[in-house]
Structures are given as structure tokens and as C-alpha cells.
């Protein structure tokens, strides 16, 4: 059987082998993180070393790093009115679904906020709907990832957040795309709170954490017990949470390797459009993340082409992997005014540390066989 590329890391990273170890020597602590003797007392030790390389991911207190069961919730723990004032919610058009549902926001609570043709928020637009809440006394919530899991586009956190707070409100960024491919400071981003998602930065599925700026607070999401500061009840997941610790550490040391990575993307879209002339490579003209590409062909589907590549050993996606499986129209595409002709054809190939040469000189060789194949299928069917 030949060799598959794996060229999906935005979906999932694969669990290092050095996270691997560690979850399989956690896996053995006996206790519960809660308990006072010897044996709950090492869980506890192993969570909370874990809890201070995930902070240092972000340069944030070790203290104000809450684990979660992953993104999702961690996007669904910030999403909450906090208690004693009214609160409104912003979100940029181009959030994960796990943060388009608003959180626990009523819809009449919630508003969308646009983007430009390339994918990047559009502050002005943001700016004039936080002017009409401030008029009437209402505090706005606002969500804008640090960059887009589909096009790689890098958001303005930085200057979004000093909107935000200048009209009395809290930024919450989901930076789980970012986190191992740029570097991230929490007080260069201004958030209020920052999403991370451990399985993609090579660590275990299943455990996320939200980290809080100095100070900030957040309702909690499940209760019942004093885990977590009493902010997100539950026993914790030591096994995973220690492996999130190990992989946030190889993410920091991951950065250095991301110029190579950027190369290799270049170099994939270039053949692309030798290939293809009439290839579309969405947000080229804006800064992205090193790894992460989007593009579509003319009169192509995305689920043709996502197939045919599985079939030739090559795993990419057709942007977002969060629909079970499906194969659906990418709305943040659609949010940047694409064609729906481009946004039906559109993919994503996502590389990491790992991607090498030969893995862009197979898909360059799949990719070039299905095109040529495509277009002589349509030509007989004119």
C-alpha cells in the first residue's frame, strides 16, 4: 500500500509521539485531582505542570487557564451574559460554527458583523454597530477568531479589542488555528478571553482549555462541583490534560519550523496554478497562517475533488471539519462575497511540521491527473 500525505492538520494534528507517551504514562495515576492523599496529590501535580505550559503557550497566569472539554465548549463557556448588566453579542461572520450559535445568547441578542472580500473582519462595520448599543446603555460581547480555520486569514484581535473595550466590552478570541503557527501573547491580543483546543497542536482529542486575562471573569458553563476554580465543574481529565501540556510545550518550539512550512505552502500554490490557470486562492493578498491554503477551480466540486484526492492517498478537506463528515458549502467563503459557483468547489489543504516535499509533489501530481480528467469529462458532456 503507498504511503498516504496527510494534508488536514487544521482538522486534527496527529498525536505527537511524545504526547503519546505521556497520556499512556498518565493513564496510570490512580487519583482523583480532588483528593488530599498521595495518590490524588500526584494527579493534581500533573494537571497543574500541564496548567503552566498552556499558560506559558499564551503568557497568561497559570491560575486563570480553565480546562474544557475542547474548542467548542471552551468558545460556549465564553459566550455567556455575565450577570447584573445587558449584554450583546458580536460575532464576525467567518467564526467556527461553534461560535456562530451564539453560545448562551439569545438569538435577539446576537448580531453578525462582516468581513472584507479577503476575509479579514471589517472594523469599521463593527465599530458603527458597538456605537448604537453604547447609546443605549447595553455592553457588547464580541468573538473574533485570531485566524480563520478555512482561508488562514489573520484577524486584527489587537485593534478589535481596543474598540471593544473603548465602548465597555470584553473581546473573546478563538485562537485555535493560531496556537503553534504564530505567535501568540495574551497582552499583545487584548482578549478577554482566548480559546485552545489541544488535538490541533498535536495533543490528545477531547481537552480545551479558556484563558482568562488578568481579571477577567466568566459564568460558569457546568456546576456542581469546585473543580476549576468552580468554573467549570467535573472531574478532570488528567490523562488528557497532562498530554495538552506536552504538546503546547513542542507547539512553542513548532514556531521556528513555520517559515519552512509557509515555503512548502508557496510552493503547493504555485503548482496549483500551473495546473489549473483559472485556480482562485483565497485571501493570498492578506497576511494567513503558514500552513493553512484554500483555493477552488472553476466548474469543480469540492466533494469530486476531496474523494478523488482520498483515493490518490491525499486527506484534505473542503474548508471546516465540523459538519460529521459532510461535505458543505463553506460560509465563510460565502461571508467574503465568493461566487457560490468558486465556494461550491472550494478546498482546504492544511500541512504542519511533519509535511514534507514529496507530501506537495503527491497531491501536485493527484490534483493535475483529476483536473485534466474533469475537464475532459466536461468537455465531452458540452
Known amino acids: 500500500m503507498n504511503q498516504r500525505s496527510y494534508l488536514d492538520h487544521n482538522a486534527t494534528t496527529p498525536l505527537r509521539a511524545e504526547v503519546r507517551e505521556a497520556v499512556v504514562d498518565a493513564l496510570a495515576i490512580s487519583g482523583n485531582p480532588s483528593s488530599v492523599h498521595e495518590e490524588g496529590r500526584a494527579a493534581r501535580a500533573g494537571v497543574e505542570v500541564a496548567r503552566a505550559k498552556i499558560a506559558s503557550l499564551l503568557g497568561a497566569r497559570p491560575e486563570d487557564v480553565i480546562f474544557t472539554s475542547g474548542g467548542t465548549e471552551a468558545n460556549v463557556l465564553a459566550l ?97 488555528q493560531a496556537a503553534g503557527r504564530m505567535p501568540l501573547d495574551m497582552g499583545e491580543l487584548g482578549a478577554d478571553m482566548v480559546t485552545l483546543s489541544a488535538h490541533k497542536i498535536g495533543g490528545p482529542k477531547g481537552i480545551g482549555a479558556l484563558v482568562l486575562a488578568e481579571g477577567s471573569k466568566v459564568e460558569p458553563l457546568i456546576k456542581g462541583g469546585g473543580q476549576e476554580g468552580r468554573r467549570r465543574a467535573g472531574t478532570e481529565n488528567v490523562a488528557g490534560i497532562i498530554g495538552f501540556g506536552v504538546a503546547a510545550e513542542l507547539a512553542v518550539k513548532d514556531l521556528a519550523e513555520m517559515a519552512a512550512v509557509a515555503k512548502l505552502r508557496d510552493a503547493l500554490e504555485d503548482g496549483v496554478r500551473a495546473i489549473a490557470q483559472d485556480a482562485v486562492v483565497f485571501s493570498s493578498t492578506v497576511p494567513r497562517l503558514p500552513n493553512t491554503s484554500s483555493f477552488a477551480v472553476s466548474r469543480t466540486k469540492a466533494e469530486t475533488l476531496v474523494i478523488g ?51 506537495i509533489q503527491s497531491f501536485l501530481s493527484a490534483f493535475s491527473d483529476l483536473i485534466k480528467r474533469l475537464k475532459r469529462n466536461t468537455k465531452a458532456a458540452a
Not at 461553534?98 to 472580500?117: M, N, Q, Y
Not at 463528515?325 to 482546504?348: D, F, N
Request: charged share 15%; proline share 5%; hydrophobic share 45%.
Open 309 to 359: 484526492l482520498d483515493l490518490a492517498g491525499i486527506a484534505v478537506s473542503a474548508g471546516s471539519a465540523c459538519s460529521s463528515g459532510k461535505v458543505e458549502a463553506s460560509h465563510v467563503l460565502a461571508a467574503m462575497g465568493v461566487e457560490p459557483e468558486l465556494v461550491q468547489g472550494a478546498i482546504r489543504v492544511s500541512l504542519g511540521v511533519g509535511s514534507e516535499n514529496t507530501d
Open 80 to 176: 455567556a451574559p455575565q450577570s447584573g448588566e445587558a449584554w450583546h453579542c458580536y460575532l464576525s461572520a467567518i467564526e467556527h460554527p461553534s461560535v456562530l450559535s451564539g453560545g448562551r445568547f439569545d438569538h435577539e441578542a446576537t448580531s453578525i458583523f462582516s468581513v472584507t472580500p479577503d476575509g479579514v473582519a471589517d472594523l469599521p462595520a463593527l465599530s458603527k454597530m458597538l456605537e448604537k448599543d453604547k447609546a443605549g446603555g447595553v455592553r457588547p460581547l464580541v468573538s473574533l477568531m485570531v485566524a480563520n480555520n478555512e482561508t488562514g486569514a489573520i484577524q486584527p484581535v489587537a485593534e478589535a479589542a481596543e474598540i471593544v473595550h473603548a465602548a465597555g466590552g470584553i473581546l473573546h478570541s478563538d485562537a485555535v
